[in-house]
């Protein structure tokens, strides 16, 4: 995982932006006092008018229900397969053909949502609170806590992403293991976490550093406020712009990342139905049955740019320099 810029992600708020108690109610036309609009009221305005936003979001959704309800998109059976019906190219019938062992490629499709929306999404919600709480407590504390935490967090960061995911799966989802469906998909999240947080930890502490000498952040602790509520109530709410703008362009990295490690064979594997797998097994078929390898493959690659796309979408939308 690439690590971002800083400069491209962080930024300080404007003073308007802040937090509601930051900034005084703004008298409107008639006379009534409206209330100010936080950073992210902000945002969802600006969301509201790009189109790049809806189309991906659009997508998003799509592909959620489909994880989580493949039966309304389809009746077929994933693992049902009938070796008379091996690679029988797309009809009526199966409107993606059948693969090699005759099952229906359009119903594994579907079903392959599930494993890769459900990886990346945990993926993410646990690189995001791992590498989140750390940068806090980094960024925030300072002096030799931050020293150290930084130090071992350059530690995980010298470890190649995908030759410490292949270290990390081989020894515990190796060849001769009788993992589960859920073992199998745990140990994916847990090596894709393990690698990843880093990249959150020094985006969350440069978010901290920018902002916790602003002005409101000074006064509360002068009027006494307790660590705890000065950090829930006054910093993360003016540093998770940030966090929001990666974790999502984080969920389409890691959707490709699941699909790489089990196109590799190391990552999920049978009797786990995802889109890697189905690309794995479609490589040696490319010349004769393409649409084995074509429909895994665009499926794949449209739920990854509909995510990084609504992250760029967010992120132009949080970004006051990009207004």
């Given at each position: 995982?690439?690590?971002?810029?800083?400069?491209?992600?962080?930024?300080?708020?404007?003073?308007?932006?802040?937090?509601?108690?930051?900034?005084?109610?703004?008298?409107?036309?008639?006379?009534?006092?409206?209330?100010?609009?936080?950073?992210?009221?902000?945002?969802?305005?600006?969301?509201?008018?790009?189109?790049?936003?809806?189309?991906?979001?659009?997508?998003?959704?799509?592909?959620?229900?489909?994880?989580?309800?493949?039966?309304?998109?389809?009746?077929?059976?994933?693992?049902?397969?009938?070796?008379?019906?091996?690679?029988?190219?797309?009809?009526?019938?199966?409107?993606?053909?059948?693969?090699?062992?005759?099952?229906?490629?359009?119903?594994?499709?579907?079903?392959?949502?599930?494993?890769?929306?459900?990886?990346?999404?945990?993926?993410?919600?646990?690189?995001?609170?791992?590498?989140?709480?750390?940068?806090?407590?980094?960024?925030?504390?300072?002096?030799?806590?931050?020293?150290?935490?930084?130090?071992?967090?350059?530690?995980?960061?010298?470890?190649?992403?995908?030759l410490g995911a292949i270290v990390i799966l081989t020894t515990f989802n190796g060849a001769g293991s009788n993992n589960s469906e859920w073992e199998i998909k745990f140990l994916v999240i847990g090596s894709l976490v393990l690698l990843s947080w880093p990249v959150v930890m020094r985006l969350m502490r440069s978010s901290v550093l920018a902002t916790k000498e602003a002005d409101y952040i000074v006064a509360a602790r002068a009027m006494g406020a307790s660590t705890g509520r000065i950090i829930f109530k006054h910093l993360l709410p003016n540093c998770l712009a940030p966090l929001l703008v990666y974790g999502t362009i984080m969920i389409g990295s890691f959707i490709g990342a699941e699909?790489?490690?089990?196109?590799?064979?190391?990552?999920?594997?049978?009797?786990?139905?995802?889109?890697?797998?189905?690309?794995?097994?479609?490589?040696?078929?490319?010349?004769?049955?393409?649409?084995?390898?074509?429909?895994?493959?665009?499926?794949?690659?449209?739920?990854?740019?509909?995510?990084?796309?609504?992250?760029?979408?967010?992120?132009?939308?949080?970004?006051?320099?990009?207004?």
């Amino acid at each position: 995982m690439s690590d971002p810029s800083a400069a491209s992600i962080v930024s300080t708020p404007r003073a308007e932006q802040l937090t509601e108690a930051s900034s005084p109610a703004t008298a409107g036309p008639a006379g009534k006092k409206e209330k100010p609009r936080s950073l992210l009221g902000d945002a969802w305005i600006d969301l509201r008018r790009k189109p790049l936003f809806w189309i991906s979001a659009t997508f998003i959704v799509l592909f959620v229900v489909m994880s989580a309800f493949p039966s309304l998109f389809t009746s077929g059976d994933p693992t049902d397969g009938v070796l008379a019906r091996s690679r029988v190219e797309p009809s009526s019938d199966a409107w993606f053909g059948y693969d090699v062992q005759g099952r229906d490629v359009y119903a594994r499709v579907i079903y392959g949502a599930n494993a890769s929306i459900v990886v990346s999404l945990l993926s993410t919600i646990g690189t995001l609170l791992i590498g989140g709480t750390i940068g806090v407590i980094a960024g925030y504390k300072g002096g030799w806590i931050d020293g150290l935490l930084s130090r071992i967090t350059d530690i995980f960061f010298g470890l190649p992403f995908v030759l410490g995911a292949i270290v990390i799966l081989t020894t515990f989802n190796g060849a001769g293991s009788n993992n589960s469906e859920w073992e199998i998909k745990f140990l994916v999240i847990g090596s894709l976490v393990l690698l990843s947080w880093p990249v959150v930890m020094r985006l969350m502490r440069s978010s901290v550093l920018a902002t916790k000498e602003a002005d409101y952040i000074v006064a509360a602790r002068a009027m006494g406020a307790s660590t705890g509520r000065i950090i829930f109530k006054h910093l993360l709410p003016n540093c998770l712009a940030p966090l929001l703008v990666y974790g999502t362009i984080m969920i389409g990295s890691f959707i490709g990342a699941e699909a790489t490690l089990s196109f590799l064979g190391i990552g999920l594997q049978s009797p786990v139905v995802s889109w890697g797998i189905m690309i794995n097994e479609a490589q040696n078929y490319l010349r004769v049955s393409p649409f084995l390898l074509f429909f895994p493959s665009a499926f794949l690659v449209t739920a990854v740019l509909s995510f990084v796309m609504l992250g760029e979408a967010v992120r132009e939308a949080l970004d006051p320099k990009l207004r």
